[in-house]
């Protein structure tokens, strides 16, 4: 017998971490050196293969960074399962302000919601400026999830959905 489980994930993030490349890289295996800009936020589903006999759907929403949709997000959480919160880690200011979308969901999103921090962008380590251990330590003391990967080169994206998939509670 095998078993489907639906689940709802929101993407968040400031403009141009790559939320939607994650995405990209994740749905169809590909990846844009230019990508335009979300506008609103955009829908897709993937499939995930927990094990012989059970498979996650999940139905993403990849929301807007830009500042002039920030209203929008709270319907793309509101009834989210899991949430994987994107910053650049090339760019220190896009840390600050994934810990702002955290602290948003942790006041306004379902309780029971898995939260995923994500550093892409890992094959540009040579310009990093966040820290594996700053990005770690600031997971752990919120109790999220931790992760890093390369929309680009697609390291450690299947990790981040797969590691997400393994967190949801199936019943
Ligand atoms: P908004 O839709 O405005 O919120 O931005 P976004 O977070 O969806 O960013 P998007 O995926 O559009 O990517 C922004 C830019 O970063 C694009 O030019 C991408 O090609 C680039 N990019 C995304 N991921 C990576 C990556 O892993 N490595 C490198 N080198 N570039 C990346
Ligand atoms: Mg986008």
Do not use: H
């Amino acid at each position: 017998m095998s078993r489907q489980f639906q689940f709802k994930l929101v993407l968040l993030g400031e403009s141009a971490v790559g939320k939607s490349s994650l995405v990209l890289r994740f749905v169809k295996d590909q990846f844009d050196d230019y990508r335009e800009s979300t506008i609103g936020a955009a829908f897709l589903t993937q499939t995930v293969q927990l094990d012989d006999a059970t498979t996650i759907r999940f139905e993403i929403w990849d929301t807007a960074g830009q500042e002039r949709y920030k209203s929008l997000a709270p319907m793309y959480y509101r009834n989210a399962n899991c949430a994987v919160v994107v910053y650049d880690i090339t760019q220190s200011a896009s840390l600050e302000k994934a810990r702002s979308w955290i602290r948003e969901l942790q006041r306004q999103a379902d309780p029971s919601i898995i939260i995923a921090l994500c550093g892409n962008k890992t094959d540009l380590s040579s310009r990093r400026q966040v820290t594996q251990e700053e990005a770690q330590k600031y997971a752990e003391e919120e109790n999220l999830m931790w992760c890093e990967a390369s929309a680009k080169t697609g390291e450690g994206v299947q990790d981040v959905f797969m590691a997400i998939a393994k967190k949801l509670p199936l019943s």
